[in-house]
């Protein structure tokens, strides 16, 4: 299985607009973050988690060539706003499912009216099929099975989603330790640290590193990272062994 970083970057993506950051104004690849996804593929199979406001760069950075499904996290614009830019995969293979909280899936029939209508469609509308996430009811994706782990990002329920050995937790704040049972015997956690202050709905980076000390994964990566936390590179030399802030463009291979 390979998971590919699409978007490390907290909500406004670095450099925000307009901002004379040192971080915003490096020169380092690894400081350039689009808003947070990754794409998870093996075999023939090939599923994106989130699809923000850079969905459509991320696809032609990483090449994607197909998409098979649409894991949602939840429905902050950061996470779903990109859904418009699916067509061109609903062209070369016809509707998409997408998978989500029933909230979610509701929030987006609002925000995206003309993608969920049935009569008087546009001919080019994006085209999905809707499927409710419940947690506790793990489903199929492909030939594996996705764990839903419910999470909670300040008020907000947001799913995490494991594949195997992999984990992927975005946008938490708080986690109940009965859903940390599911995060056990993990190769790899992708968890959110936004910075080393605190932050009402984000972990900062001393609770996601108390929160790995509970999930002992073999590795973890840090994503939804905003400016203030720094330079990539001044980041990765404070982070304990095996934990790695993740940048765009990685590829890890599990
Ligand atoms: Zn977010």
Known sequence: MKVYFLGTGTSQGIPVIGSNHPVCNSTDLKDKR??????????????????????????????????????????????TSGLDDIRPFNFRQGEIPIYAHNRVIDNLKERFEYIFRTENRYPGAPCVKTIEVINDEPFQIGNKVAIPVNVMHGDLQVFGYRIDDFAYLTDVKTIDDIEIQKL??????????????????????????????????????????????????EVQKKLPENVFLAYDNLEITL
Request: charged share 25%.
């Open 34 to 79: 689009l808003r947070v996804s990754v794409w998870i593929s093996w075999d023939d199979h090939s599923y994106v988690v989130d699809c923000g406001p850079d969905f459509r760069q991320q696809m032609l950075a990483s090449k994607c060539q197909k998409v098979d499904g649409i894991l949602f996290t939840h429905e902050h614009a950061d996470h």
């Open 184 to 233: 056990k015997n993990l190769k790899v956690l992708v968890i959110n640290a936004l910075r080393e202050e605190h932050h009402f709905s984000h972990l900062n980076l001393e609770e996601a590193l108390a929160l790995i000390e509970l999930v002992q994964p073999e590795k973890t990566y840090l994503t939804h990272i905003s400016h203030v936390f720094g330079f990539h590179e």
